[in-house]
């Protein structure tokens, strides 16, 4: 089977390793793809936007499976226009249609979705230009913290939590009168604080039926203790303590199978993962938000534990047949560090040599940010660099070792977080 993955981060290299051991696969592409996956695959820069070379693409190289990392191609409508031409229909593509992509493409769909189908999740209204004094009003009558959210996608971006009215409502003007995400923040949500501790569960589904992948949680801000600018995550843990068999009942019966169902009752197809962002307050689930991806740095850490032929996995629900598929787990703690360039995730500088990477042992190497030079140097092309991903018995063995390797790795800037599963 040919494979074409779209992506460049640490998901996505994951995702190739994992592929890569597949029998089934016969050639994997990967686009734009980094120096890491370049070792497992051929990189290849075509852009998705252009369907005109990317369709001769698919159909020169015989592509069988489109795999989508990132969420963009998938809010953008790549699967409906794959699927609607009469050359490329053939092929396979794991993640959703633009229809199902809402679930994360608009956070007012995902939540409208949630409130009809009695899903847990924060309260919430939400307010155009055109509503903006009820919005005020309603800010008045609510108590703090103060969570206000783009609707559309923000790059990670598109979520402000404040402290204090006068910000919320400063705040709250600039991203309606302002469009200060721009189109994303045309529509935004005023949403009730909860007050709990955060983790990823992950599923793959066909539509029809679904497999839970090992939960993880991860850490998004840049400083230890959790603390300063959010970042695209800082590195992750799996399993999760606080995540037991009596929470993970709840999560399934009053999260997964209630938003399989609404699915299927609102006739949205499905093919591909749904992360689901929950809240654990007071030992019930609540839905934060939904993502139609996988989550990065979760993939490092959650991919690694799948014993199961994760492309036999893909063919299944390309099929609609992934129940009749067994999906094994390994009972290790995987713990998953990010490397990060000196600044990020505000300014940083790129074309840092990496060095060390040979030295590392027992420890799984995901590459982010980065790129091979003309001297096939491998050097830093990112915020997010490195993944260092090891098992343990236990969180602090496999923790142990990530950061031992850590240290084996030099380049200039290098920074990451020591604390990483501090909280469970
Ligand atoms: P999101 O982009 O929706 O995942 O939001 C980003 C982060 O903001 C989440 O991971 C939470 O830490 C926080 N957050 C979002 N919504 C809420 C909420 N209703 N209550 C508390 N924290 C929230
Ligand atoms: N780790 C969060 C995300 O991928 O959105």
């Known amino acids: 089977m040919n494979i074409l993955l779209i992506g460049s981060g640490g998901r996505e290299h994951t995702l190739a390793w994992k592929l890569k051991q597949s029998p089934k696969l016969t050639k994997l592409y990967i686009s734009p793809g980094n120096a890491g996956t370049a070792s497992l695959g051929s990189n290849v820069a075509i852009d998705w936007k252009n369907f005109d070379t990317f369709k001769a693409f698919l159909l020169e190289q015989k ?5 989508v990392g990132p969420e963009d191609p998938l809010v953008a409508g790549l699967h409906d226009t794959i699927a609607s031409d009469a050359e490329t229909k053939h092929i396979a593509v794991i993640g959703p249609k633009k229809q199902a992509a809402q679930l994360e493409g608009s956070k007012d769909f995902s939540k409208k979705f949630m409130l009809k189908y009695g899903i847990p999740t924060a309260n919430y209204k939400s307010f ?9 009003k309603f800010l008045e009558d609510i108590k703090s913290p103060y969570v206000l959210k783009a609707d559309g996608l923000a790059a990670g971006k598109g979520v402000v939590i404040l402290d204090h009215l006068d910000e919320a409502i400063t705040e709250f003007e600039s991203m309606l009168k302002d469009e200060k995400f721009g ?22 589904t066909d539509g029809i039926s679904y497999k839970i992948l090992p ?16 970042t695209g995550g800082m590195g992750s843990v799996s399993p999760v303590s606080f995540a037991d068999e009596v929470f993970m009942k709840k999560v399934e019966s009053r999260i997964i199978e209630p938003t399989l169902n609404g699915l299927k009752n609102e006739k949205i197809d499905f093919t591909g993962f749904i992360f689901f962002g929950l809240i654990k307050v007071n030992g019930n689930p609540y839905v934060i938000e939904y993502n139609v991806r996988m989550g990065d740095p979760e993939t490092e850490s959650v991919i690694p534990r799948l014993e199961t032929d994760l492309l036999e996995l893909f063919i299944a629900a390309a099929d609609k047949k992934l ?23 505000e300014n ?24 091979e030079n003309e001297r096939g140097e491998i050097i830093t092309n990112g915020g997010r660099v490195l993944a260092l991903t090891a098992f343990g018995e236990t969180k602090e063995e496999a923790l142990a070792k990530a950061y031992l390797e850590a240290n084996k790795i030099k380049f200039e800037g290098k920074y990451y977080r020591t604390d990483i599963g501090f909280d469970l």
């Open 128 to 136: 155009t230009k055109e509503t903006l004094d009820e919005g005020f």
């Open 215 to 230: 939960e993880a949680k991860d850490y998004k801000r840049i400083g230890e203790g959790d603390t300063g600018l959010n």
């Open 348 to 371: 940083y500088e790129k074309g840092k040599i990496i060095k060390g990477l040979d030295l590392v042992e027992d420890c799984l190497v995901f590459h982010a940010g980065t790129k």
């Open 63 to 67: 592509i069988d499976m489109l795999v």
């Open 183 to 204: 189109a994303a923040s045309k529509t935004v949500l005023v949403e009730e604080f909860l007050s709990g501790i955060e983790c990823s569960v992950f599923v793959l």
């Open 323 to 345: 129940s009749t598929k067994k999906v094994l787990f390994s009972t290790k703690t995987t713990a998953s560090i990010m490397l990060v360039s000196g600044g990020y995730p």
